[in-house]
């Protein structure tokens, strides 16, 4: 997922999104006609994503020449609010660029199509990749890529500062946080850090939470950490701020906005931060840098038991297409076909086809291969995900990066910010 301003179904939009009464969510019918068809295709990213989509949006279009697939893409911060508006008043587009977080908000809601029952093909898939998007009720995404999380070293400062990379299988936090006063002193360059922003991301959080035996999300959808981790997990925060050694509370605070390709890692600004592997391939053009990539750090110094593999995005319907015939056609080619993942590539994440990544895997871009290479590197330590964001849980990254600011900016103690925001978050799992 985009690192941006999380901004969350919330009350507003989740009531929006349920007064639309969202249709008949899990319909399995192939009603329409596959060759005959005007859809509109909606996805949040960057140039880099813009313009590979559209180059199979293309491709499909000259395969298919009855078909008319209108593009929609948008950036994340504004992507779900227009979203929920456009399902409220029943104008949802036909495909959908969805994410873990809002799975279940849209497919437990009614809001989405049972893509199985429409005729999508998952039996190519990797073991365990095409159930990350099934609810109890249908397969209402299908896994688009591969991913998992990373810690990106820029290698150009970490030379400058005459500081050599880390051993990421045996790295600790306390490790990482010497490393970045390290980094930081040796650049010696006012506004540039040792590390960025880590610590309002709950990618991040929920790497933390395993590493000391809890998850971010139960299987029955509950909260599956104690405060204390997140109490620790951001006194790491204050920690790096007392010693300089990560961006200041403004500069992470104006971080959460910007889109990847102004962000301090991009422009050369920190030496290390967090993303999802899907994002290397953009960061890599918009910083001219070959990245390094990293498991985050861990709190022992293992790197097994924890990391997990996770669906960078999902292809989803509205279950109010007109057409779910074509566009079970079109997501099955998204999915499936090799000819199109050699147009995307790996840059939403790695394909779960396992024919489409054989396909690809020779003629990798370096920023693809790069990828390909540390997922396959880590498959030996990975483990199940947990439990997928519940109803309402699509909140926790929003409320999350709210108290981090709080707990910046002295508005709140840490544990007193931990403590609002487990009340919110349970709050909203309840609506």
Request: net charge negative; proline share 5%; glycine share 10%.
């Amino acid at each position: 997922m985009d690192r941006r301003t999380f901004l969350g179904l919330g009350a507003g939009a989740g009531a929006a999104l349920a007064l639309a009464g969202c249709g008949q969510g899990g319909a399995a019918t192939t009603g329409g006609d596959p060759e005959s068809a005007s859809l509109r295709f909606c996805w949040w990213g960057n140039d880099t994503r813009n313009q590979l989509t559209n180059e199979a949006i293309a491709a499909y279009q000259a395969a298919h020449s009855g078909v008319s697939i209108a593009p929609e893409p948008g950036e994340w911060s504004g992507y779900w609010d227009k979203l929920a508006t456009q399902f409220a008043a029943s104008d949802a587009p036909d495909i959908i660029q969805m994410d873990e977080k809002y799975l279940a908000e849209y497919g437990q809601r009614g809001g989405l199509l049972d893509l199985e029952g429409a005729g999508v093909d998952v039996s190519g898939f990797a073991p365990g990749t095409a159930d990350t998007g099934r609810l109890e009720s249908g397969l209402f995404g299908i896994n688009a890529g591969v991913n998992a999380p990373v810690l990106v070293a820029n290698p150009t400062l970490f030379a400058e500062a005459g500081v050599a990379l880390p051993d990421d299988t045996t790295w600790t936090w306390e490790e990482f946080m010497a490393l970045s006063e390290q980094l930081t002193q040796g650049i010696g360059r006012s506004g540039v850090y040792g590390a960025g922003n880590l610590f309002s991301q709950d990618g991040l959080f929920k790497a933390y939470a395993r590493q000391r035996g809890g998850q971010q999300w139960t299987a029955d959808g509950q909260m599956g950490w104690e405060p204390a981790m997140l109490e620790d997990f951001w006194q790491m925060l204050l920690d790096m701020q007392a010693a300089g050694s990560i961006q200041s509370p403004a500069e992470l605070a104006e971080e959460d906005a910007k889109p990847l390709d102004q962000t301090a890692i991009a422009t050369g600004n920190v030496a290390m931060t967090y993303l999802w592997s899907n994002q290397i391939k953009a960061l890599d053009n918009a910083s001219g840098v070959d990245m390094a990539l990293l498991r985050p750090p861990s709190v022992d110094g293992s790197s097994e038991g924890w990391l997990w593999y996770k669906a960078s995005m999902y292809w989803s319907a509205s279950s109010r297409t007109s057409n779910p015939a074509a566009v079970a056609a079109f997501i099955d080619w998204l999915a499936n076909s090799t000819e199109c993942a050699q147009i995307l590539t790996a840059e939403r994440g790695l394909p779960p086809n396992l024919a489409a990544r054989e396909a690809i895997a020779p003629d990798l871009p370096a920023s693809d291969a790069k990828v390909a290479e540390f997922l396959s590197s880590i498959e030996p330590e990975v483990e199940d995900a947990g439990g997928i964001t519940p109803v309402g849980g699509s909140t926790f990254q929003q409320i999350l990066l709210r108290k981090s600011q709080d707990v910046l900016f002295e508005r709140a103690s840490i544990a007193d910010a931990v403590a609002s925001l487990r009340t919110e978050v349970e709050a909203a799992l309840q609506q």
